[in-house]
């Protein structure tokens, strides 16, 4: 049973009288056990509704629904899937003690990876999920692989019960089931000829797995460093040289690179990015996987739109984490080209996890206020947009209104940069384009990526 958040006005869900707190209870006599079932049961022009309002009357619905008319309703969030592992090198394991609640969840749910492209390891299903995967036609999912070796997969994984990842995959590609798919980095455990095995045996799934990305396992100054380290230079150029191998094998049979390293290996690797082209459509880039060039390519496409008269001679703070702070210079250029402004990189150390968590979308509130808060130099500070959740709220709980009213400068939000510069004249916090994924920030789910210490 899910149960009804909001409904917009002027909307058929209006029409029918459902309101906040009505129970949905099946459609077409089938139970609605989530925002799945209510997606694809409803998706018919016709349908029987039967729902139960708040004050306790069932009403039965028998609904006609024009194609492409939107019900309005929105749901309340979904209950998340826990996840059956315990990897050593868990991200939510390596949070501080004290932080809210909602960021000690560990979920692995596939709902959220077709959703929003959260990964999953698929260790949780059960032969309910297997079917309604295949009935519901839930491709491309995202998938944490890490190891195809049984064992070497259960290790990193700390699940002896964590089925067959190959037989699995192969199962849904059979079924018309598509992947990305990832493997967190483990030196000393999944790398070198495991890295090998894992390339080998997802390549040779074919067409279903769409892409694979090799990721260095992100730890905290909390994480369990007894048990597993980050990789050194030299096993990040190693695991690079593997990545480059069978990109250029799929390169040449299969058109595209199909592997990929994060921008991350090639930061520790101190290697240069490949170039935009080379990540096609960017699948993977919320993954960290060519996010640089990402973010290159929407600044250079905002250029025309961009007006250089509100920023002309104006001084504008960036700030980012440690990772992207030696590559942000480049970036920029372009903009301080077409806005005639003079950029700062304030590339902040996470002061909330340790320095060795880099990513600009884990940067506490305070680690941002401590760097503006004496700069009145500045006439435009912009902050990522990943490291608040919907509620424009940082990981410390900081909200980015307190932290705007003690700052002494005008704050914007932004992914790109190009975003939030385009409009010129505004000083207050922009919430707008945010990516995907944010929506799940809502409902509590820790913007972590298993294992890689990034926003999901
Ligand atoms: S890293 Fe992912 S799969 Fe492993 S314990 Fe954490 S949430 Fe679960």
């Known amino acids: 049973m899910i149960r009804v958040q909001a409904v917009a006005p002027d909307t058929l869900g209006a029409a029918l009288g459902l309101i906040p707190g009505t129970q949905l209870v099946a ?3 089938r139970d609605l056990e989530d925002f799945l079932d209510w997606e694809f ?22 609904v006609e629904r024009p194609e492409g008319l939107p019900l309005g309703v929105t749901l309340e ?21 004290g932080l809210r609640q909602a960021l000690y969840i560990r979920d692995d749910d596939y709902r959220l990876s077709f959703r929003y492209g959260n990964f999953a390891t698929l260790t949780n299903l059960k032969p309910w999920d297997l079917r309604r995967i295949v009935e519901y ?4 999912l995202y998938v944490s692989v890490h190891a195809t070796d049984p064992v070497v997969r259960r290790w990193l994984l700390r699940n002896p019960e964590a089925p067959e990842i190959v037989s699995q995959l192969r199962w849904f590609g059979e079924r018309g089931i598509a992947f990305h798919s990832q493997v967190v980095l483990v030196p000393g455990v999944n790398d070198g000829p495991q890295l090998k095995r894992t390339l080998t045996d997802l390549y040779a799934l074919g067409g279903p797995v769409l892409s694979v990305s090799v990721v260095p396992v992100a730890l905290t100054e909390f994480s369990k460093h007894n048990l597993v380290r980050q990789p050194a230079r030299e096993e990040c150029r190693a695991a690079l040289a593997t990545v480059g191998a069978f990109a250029t094998r799929s390169l040449t049979e299969r058109g595209h690179p199909w592997c990929f390293g994060a921008d991350d290996l090639y930061l520790q690797a101190a290697e240069p990015l490949p170039p935009a082209e080379w990540y ?9 996987v060519g996010a640089v060039r990402y973010l290159q390519t929407r600044i250079a496409a905002a250029r025309e739109r961009l007006d250089a008269t509100p920023w002309r001679g104006k001084r504008i703070g960036v700030v980012t984490g440690t990772a992207m702070g030696p590559l942000l210079p480049q970036v920029v250029a372009d903009l301080a080209e077409v806005t005639e402004a003079e950029f700062e990189i304030l590339a902040l150390e996470n002061t909330m996890f340790g320095s060795s968590v880099t990513t600009a979308g884990l940067l506490p509130g305070a680690a941002v206020l401590a760097a503006l808060r004496e700069r009145p130099d500045l006439d435009l500070a912009l902050v990522p947009a990943e490291a608040v959740n919907d509620d424009l ?16 400068m ?17 000083a207050e916090w922009r919430t707008g384009g945010k990516n995907r994924r944010s929506s799940v920030r809502r409902s509590g789910v820790p913007p972590v ?4 210490g990034r926003v999901k």
Do not use: K, W
């Open 449 to 452: 990526r298993c294992g890689g």
């Open 410 to 426: 005008p704050v914007r939000l932004s992914n790109d940069f190009a975003d939030a510069l385009e409009e010129s004249g505004r």
């Open 137 to 140: 036609r839930l491709s491309p």
């Open 77 to 97: 969030p979904p209950r998340i899937r826990r996840c059956a592992n315990h990897c050593d090198f868990c991200f939510v394991d390596g949070n501080p003690v």
């Open 280 to 288: 096609g459509d960017f699948e993977q880039r919320e993954n960290g």
């Open 393 to 408: 709220v940082f990981m410390d709980d900081l909200g980015a209104h307190d932290l705007a009213a003690q700052l002494p």
């Open 27 to 29: 459609v077409n006599d």
């Open 41 to 62: 049961l409803t998706a018919d022009e016709r349908f029987v509704l039967r729902a139960q309002l708040p004050s306790g009357e069932e009403i039965e619905y028998d």
